[in-house]
């Protein structure tokens, strides 16, 4: 196991180097610069920017720089807020990102594995069908949806939560609804079909003709290999998760890091794209190693393999 988790690991230095590398001269290839303004300078004072941010040099000779920079953990300035390096903006919005997407990612994996189980146990009946129509509306409506209906009613009608912020849980439970409603539906179809497929084996026939009690069957023979299917996707969602709150922030003027990302992309904020973008990716990846190794642990052919 520890050899599996090593090379999981050591396999995230090359897509990181190639993720930094195309999205370093992706941004460079886009029009503009990050010094195209409303405002017109003269050529001299825009050499003199362009100098001293290190635009006068060539390409290839840009990139090494910052690669070098990079490996010493210094993602550069940002060229729209002055008073802050991208590591001080990073480091400031993240952990709001960050509990954004695991509360969401908890009602995620609580309402959905619920509703999934709460299903599975009478297939085919009203809990079955009214189960599976709140996950099939879940996933047809996205978060930019859910969102303002959920302000509509709980925060202007009802006035139990607040429209936006993040200070107390007031400010928390809208978004993280929002964020982690679609999910919970993909997990509740996930594991009610995994504990249906599970309920139908021979060792579970084998189980209740030994006379065990449906509850012990459920809980303690058929629930590590039901939930398979959910947690094989569970690294998918926790990306999809972390990437969604980009809207999510943006609809309730959330301060995380999704609002750098998008007004980095408006701003032409080389730094700022460039650094957002591999904190996204290296969240993603070990995120996906973490699920990878749960996956393992519970389904030891893959460490065989």
């Known amino acids: 196991m520890l050899k599996y988790i090593i090379g999981r690991l050591l396999g995230i230095i090359p897509v990181l180097?190639?993720?930094?590398?195309?999205?370093?001269?992706?941004?460079?290839?886009?029009?503009?610069?990050?010094?195209?303004?409303?405002?017109?300078?003269?050529?001299?004072?825009?050499?003199?920017?362009?100098?001293?941010?290190?635009?006068?040099?060539?390409?290839?000779?840009?990139y090494l720089i910052y690669m070098k920079n990079l490996l010493q953990g210094d993602l550069g300035p940002s060229f729209?807020?002055?008073?802050?390096?991208?590591?001080?903006?990073?480091?400031?919005?993240l952990p709001v990102t960050m509990q954004l997407g695991l509360c969401g990612l908890i009602y995620a994996i609580i309402l959905g594995f619920g509703l999934g189980m709460f299903a599975a146990t009478k297939p085919n009946t009203l809990r079955d069908y009214g189960s599976?129509?709140?996950?099939?509306?879940?996933?047809?409506?996205?978060?930019?949806?859910?969102?303002?209906?959920?302000?509509?009613l709980f925060a202007i009608k009802l006035r139990w939560f607040n429209v936006s912020?993040?200070?107390?849980?007031?400010?928390?439970?809208?978004?993280?609804?929002?964020?982690?409603?679609?999910?919970?539906?993909y997990f509740s179809r996930l594991v009610r079909v995994g504990f249906l497929d599970i309920l139908?084996?021979?060792?579970?026939?084998?189980?209740?003709?030994?006379?065990?009690?449906?509850?012990?069957?459920?809980?303690?023979h058929a629930a590590k290999?039901?939930?398979?299917?959910?947690?094989?996707?569970?690294?998918?969602?926790?990306?999809?998760?972390?990437?969604?709150?980009?809207?999510?922030?943006?609809v309730f003027n959330i301060p995380g890091i999704g609002r750098f990302f998008i007004q980095s992309a408006f701003n032409r904020d080389y730094g700022m794209i460039i650094g957002t973008t591999l904190v996204y990716g290296v969240m993603l990846i070990l995120l996906n190693v973490v699920v990878d190794v749960a996956y393992a642990l519970l389904n030891p052919k893959v460490r065989y393999d």
Not at 27 to 53: C, N, T, Y
Not at 85 to 91: K, W
């Open 17 to 62: 180097w190639v993720l930094a590398t195309i999205t370093f001269f992706l941004v460079r290839l886009a029009p503009g610069s990050p010094f195209d303004s409303e405002k017109a300078v003269s050529p001299e004072i825009l050499a003199h920017l362009k100098a001293k941010a290190g635009f006068d040099e060539p390409l290839p000779m840009q």
């Open 80 to 93: 729209r807020y002055t008073n802050l390096s991208v590591n001080e903006a990073i480091a400031t919005a």
């Open 132 to 152: 599976m129509g709140f996950s099939l509306l879940g996933v047809c409506m996205p978060s930019f949806m859910i969102g303002p209906l959920l302000m509509l």
């Open 200 to 220: 139908n084996q021979d060792f579970i026939k084998t189980a209740k003709a030994k006379g065990l009690s449906a509850r012990r069957i459920f809980l303690l």
């Open 165 to 185: 912020g993040w200070e107390t849980w007031k400010d928390m439970v809208l978004p993280s609804l929002t964020l982690g409603t679609i999910f919970a539906a």
């Open 225 to 250: 290999g039901g939930v398979l299917p959910a947690v094989s996707f569970l690294g998918p969602a926790t990306a999809s998760i972390l990437s969604g709150s980009l809207v999510v922030e943006t």
